[in-house]
């Protein structure tokens, strides 16, 4: 089995900085890609910054120039360094792994159990 495990939420004021790591770990062949997903209070969880193998990272326009995406290990530990943090980012923030198991060719998808967000305005 994939365990994908984040660390690091907490409480901060606008302006402020977080950073959040995950790592996975398990049965893990390939890693393909590595994702943050917020999900603010009441809405839906949209994805806020993916890397995928060869380091290629994109973000979504509300973070971009102010979060940025990092990888270690070859990738099965990412970094998401959150700068000048805004009310709007305050919620949950999930961490998702692509990868391909070592006991078969299909990707599958493994997910965190979620950090906490609270910026305060």
């Known amino acids: 089995q994939v365990q994908v495990v984040e660390s690091g939420g907490g409480s901060v004021q606008a302006g402020g900085s977080l950073r959040l790591s995950c790592t996975a770990t398990g049965t893990i062949s390939r890693i393909n890609a590595m994702a943050w997903y917020h999900q603010p209070p009441g809405k839906e969880r949209e994805v806020v910054a993916v890397?995928?193998?060869?380091?290629?990272?994109k973000y979504a326009d509300s973070v971009e120039g102010r979060f940025t995406l990092s990888s270690v290990n070859d990738n099965n530990t990412v970094y998401l360094q959150m700068n000048n943090l805004r009310f709007e980012d305050t919620g949950v923030y999930y961490c998702?792994?692509?990868?391909?198991?070592?006991?078969?060719?299909?990707?599958?998808?493994?997910w965190g159990q979620g950090t906490q967000v609270t910026v305060s305005s």
């Open positions: 890397t995928t193998a060869g380091n290629i990272v």
């Open positions: 998702a792994a692509q990868v391909v198991q070592v006991d078969g060719p299909k990707l599958d998808e493994f």
